[in-house]
């Protein structure tokens, strides 16, 4: 891993452009000023202990109080809010109806095909109790992982909560992963029951979930998997095996409307959420209740500003963490109102986004640089067609959002009057850490501009070594937050490689390292500069190039293979993978189609490389490492700098530039 020509700090613009709040917004946020932000900063950096604990105690309902706010005896296995007791569906359910506002909508939902519900908090309270019975009918208990395989509809925050409910943490994954990806995080988790559909829909067509299920049992995870509930969605043809496969309407259909909450220690496990890394292999993030419901509450309260009356919506999908964090668990803990799309703009219907604004009155807008790259490729006179006055509030979150899209968003969806939240964080860290807080940060383009309070980052160099202002580094966060996760699954060893013993502190220890390089600027400004490890970013979903490598060669016919990522107007980043070939086999260019299809396949269609050069040979170091760094500049179009003495046939390189 190097800070390499394409994250250094030469390749970032300079942008000087600086957007206040208006005072209008100002006046009515609930931190008002920079003044107030950095007060509340303070306070945090002089007695976290302190800081913590009173916003553990005021936003957070305990059935028990909590003793010790941080554990660090076993650090970097951090232990927040010991002996306190919660549920976290408590926090976000029923004290919002104790408190006087069951009858204020909780999720408004409208699927890809126009049809649409809308829940109450008294109504979702009632249909998560009516689930977490038909769990436990089923013999699911507290501490059973529990595999949620769902489109966006609202049984899935229903089966999240009642998993929440009845203290069995969740696995969520994502949809658009194929039935292989999905056996391998089944048998990663031991998860021996699954929550999924007969299917979904997306972009016009089906997406068959029940039956990768299948698949995905019949491959291997037949050992592990005992039993399958199947909400009926798309009500096609799905077969469902006796005693194993139960539909969730029948199961659900005479439990009783109240199941009491499980009674959760604050370190119990919340959920497992699967995200790749720089192995082939992908790592079961491991988040637990107290400090999740804490963070993922406080940063939607920070960041959104939330008002009673705002509808609010986030785009990503459940399946990842922006999904968890705020669509499902920040906004219902704040008494919210979540808005959940099944749909993504299509051909068919590329204003889909805003027809949903203009018809719910959305105040607050939270989506994907990628997204917003591709609406401005279609043009301003697809949201111009729609009222989006409601707006107030824009975010982005995933990726680096360029200043051009920045801009984009601010004149044509924002009106220029909407501040924007340029959000930086990870399923690692559970909730946002660098964001403005609209009332109080002037935004520059392009910047995620500070770190929120109780978050301290510095930007180190290899030898975490603080580095000069305007110097790219490593980013780096200082001390312990409660969102953050605990481990990862099964591999505690993977979770202090990974993230706490990258970079060799002089003198500190416990220091989180991201996995991303920024730089700050003379005005305090964070400028986060993308993935520093053999992680890619394709329209904002994490893939780690080691797991299509190892997708590419379980192929029959691929003797080796290396990716890399490309820089892409649209989606940040595209695959480009180098691949060679078994001897006897002739390289005929359905190769090229049949080994897309097969990572598709084997990790799903967020993994189809862009493009497939196959080679005879891939260019390698003398002792036999691949020069990724060749390969990057090859797929980029770049001339091959810096030295390449190392490289055992330097004829490999010539053939390669003659067909990349
Ligand atoms: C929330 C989420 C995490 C990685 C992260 C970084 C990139 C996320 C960003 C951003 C620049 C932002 N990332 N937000 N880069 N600016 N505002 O996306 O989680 O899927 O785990 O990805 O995404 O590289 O390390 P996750």
Known sequence: MTLDKKHSINNILEENRLFPPSKEFSDKSNIKSFEELQSLKKQSLENPTKFWESFANSEIDWFEPFQTVLDRENAPFFKWFKEGKLNITYNCLDRHIKNGIGNKTALVWEGEPGD?????????????????????????????????????????????????????????????????????????????FVITADGGFRKDKVIELKKAVDAAIESGANKIVEKVIVVQRTKKDISMVNNRDFWWHELLKDQKDWCEPEIMNSEDRLFVLYTSGSTGKPKGVVHTTAGYNLWSHLT???????????????????????????????????????????????????????????????????????????????????????????????????????????????????????????????TETGGVMISPLPGAVATKPGSATFSLPGIEVEVVDKNGE????????????????????????????????????????????????????????????????GRVDDVISVSGHRLGTMEIESALVSHKSVAEAAVVGRKDDLKGEAIVAFVSLEKDINSFPEIVEELKKHVVNEIGIIAKPEKIIISDSLPKTRSGKIMRRILRSLAEGEKISGDISTLEDSSVLEKLKEIS
């Open 466 to 529: 603080k580095v000069v202002e305007n110097e790219g580094g490593y980013l780096v966060v200082k001390k312990p937050w409660p969102g953050m996760m605990r481990t990862i699954h099964e591999n505690s060893q993977r979770y202090l490689e990974s993230y706490w013993e990258y970079i060799s502190f002089k003198g500190e220890k416990n220091v989180y390292f991201a996995g991303d390089g920024a730089r700050i600027d003379n005005d305090g400004y964070i400028w986060i500069m």
């Open 116 to 192: 649409n519900k809308k829940y109450t908090y008294q109504e979702l309270l009632k249909e998560v109790c009516k689930a977490s019975n038909a769990l436990k009918s089923l013999g699911i208990k507290k501490g059973d992982l529990v595999c949620i395989y769902m489109p966006m509809i609202p049984e899935a925050m229903v089966a999240m909560l009642a998993c929440a409910r009845i203290g069995a943490p969740h696995s969520v994954v994502f949809g658009g992963f194929s039935s292989e990806s999905l056996k391998d995080r089944l048998i990663d988790g031991n998860a021996r």
């Open 300 to 426: 939607f309260k920070w960041i959104f500003d939330i008002k009673d009356d705002d509808v609010y919506w986030c785009t990503a999908d459940v399946g990842w963490i922006t999904g968890h964090s705020y669509i499902v668990y920040g906004p219902l803990s704040n008494g919210a109102t979540t808005l959940m799309f099944e749909g993504v703009p299509r051909a068919s219907n590329l204003g889909a986004f805003w027809e949903i604004i203009q018809k719910y009155k959305v105040t607050i807008f939270y989506t994907a640089p990628t997204a917003i790259r591709s609406f401005m490729k279609s043009g301003r006179e697809i949201p111009d067609q729609y009222d989006l006055r409601s707006l107030r509030l824009l975010g982005t979150v995933g990726e680096p959002i360029n200043p051009e899209a920045w801009m984009w968003y601010r004149e044509v969806i924002g009106d220029n009057k909407c501040p924007i939240v340029d959000t930086w964080w990870q």
